[in-house]
């Protein structure tokens, strides 16, 4: 995986969201309350939290960053948290179910982490997926570029797309040589809101970090002040004075044989 430069502390204020449709995507769990579980790409760990509760088992979080997997364990020191790559998974066939949530879309290697899901889990375990599909945030994108093109070019010479938003049949076929069975995978339209421009800054700060940084320090703030105006410009505030962002989720769900 690409190396990022995650803030975790600012993460754990600014992913309201995510959390929300982590809590959503473990109701459809329905578990067992024995399960060892592998919390794939944890970050500050609010969400192996909610894993824990819900099972007797063994949960462990994992990820790359190591400041997400300090602030993890000194926020919930019961729960083991490692650091480890996704695309380099460090178990044999130990755990039930592999979850994870808003994390996969920062992976380059799609083949290498599907390999590794499967020599993880045990005969018969399941991995519950979701993270940015194909077409995600596609207006965040746009102004974005929009941006970039009109003032920022000279600081963009090198960038590279640091996102991975699959197609649910390409995912399909990963999966499927890796050796899963019972496979699903569909792309799903969320709406993500931000309760207030200060949210929203958040999270443009600590998640579209691949391009904030790459304009010097002084310019961080006024660009992102600049792209915040451009996006309510074209998509104007609710009633409730709450921003909306399209957003296109890949979940999914197989079985190891």
Sequence with gaps: M????WNAQEY?????????????????????GHENILDLGCGD?????????????KVVGIDKSKDM??????????IKFLVMDAEALCFEHEFDLIFSNAVLHWVEHHCAVAEGMNRVL??????????????????????????IKQRYSEYFHRFTF????????????????????????????????????DAFK???????????DCVPQPLREPFIEEFINAYLTRYPTDEANKIHVNMVRLEVKAVAQ
Excluded: C
């Design 122 to 147: 045990k005969s018969k375990g399941k991995i519950v997926l979701q993270f940015g599909g194909f077409g995600n945030a596609k207006e965040i994108l746009e102004v974005m570029d929009d941006l």
């Design 12 to 32: 754990a204020q600014y992913s309201h969201a995510q959390k929300v449709w982590a809590e959503e995507l473990i109701a459809t769990l329905h578990l067992e």
């Design 69 to 78: 997997v300090t602030l993890a364990q000194h926020t919930y020191s019961d």
């Design 202 to 212: 958040g999270w443009i700060r600590t998640t579209w970090f691949p391009y904030t």
């Design 2 to 5: 690409t190396r990022h430069n």
């Design 45 to 57: 760990g609010k969400v192996t939290a909610l894993l824990a509760e819900a099972t007797t088992g």
């Design 162 to 197: 640091p996102y991975s938003f699959p197609h649910s049949d390409t995912y399909r076929d990963i999966l499927e040589a890796a050796g899963f069975e019972n496979i699903y995978t569909k792309l799903i339209a969320k709406d993500m809101v931000h309760e207030s421009v």
